[in-house]
């Protein structure tokens, strides 16, 4: 792994514990008053993070790209309340940052990482001249 593909993927580590480290805090630390239960915050808030978890910290690239659809969610989450509750709009600010840093790290790891492990898609011209060669028998 490269110097630049390192930093990509400690961006997303980093970024991915401050927001797992932010969202849990900020539902059951930060905040007092909540109309909702702890298993609906935990299902809704909490679990969501928790699916890429062995993934990212595996390193595995595909892991990294299916994640940046988990943490839009956050983004728009973070872009609400910041609009929305002005006595939350710090803790919108942190998840919008928080976020904003792990798609980035997210998607350059695993696009970086993909290339040194060859595992991007075949150009369509290359895919279908294989195909060609597989129906005429070529080898």
Not at 48 to 55: D, I, T, V
Not at 59 to 79: Q, R
Request: hydrophobic residues 50%; aromatic residues 16%.
């Amino acid at each position: 792994m490269n110097l630049s593909t390192s930093f990509y993927r400690y961006l997303a580590l980093f970024s991915y514990s401050g927001l797992l480290i932010l969202v849990i805090s900020w539902h059951s630390i930060l905040v007092e008053e909540t109309p909702y239960s702890g298993f609906f915050i935990f299902l809704i808030y909490i679990l969501p993070l928790l699916l890429p978890l062995k993934g990212i910290a595996q390193a595995n690239p595909y892991t990294h790209a299916w994640a940046n659809f988990i943490v839009m969610l956050y983004l728009i989450h973070g872009f609400t309340i910041s609009y929305a509750e002005p006595a939350l709009r710090l803790y919108g600010i942190i998840e919008i940052l928080l976020a904003t840093l792990m798609f980035i790290g997210c998607s350059f790891f695993a696009r970086k990482r993909g290339r040194e492990l060859n595992l991007g898609l075949k150009k369509l011209k290359v895919e279908m001249q294989e195909e060609r060669d597989r129906f005429n028998g070529v080898k």
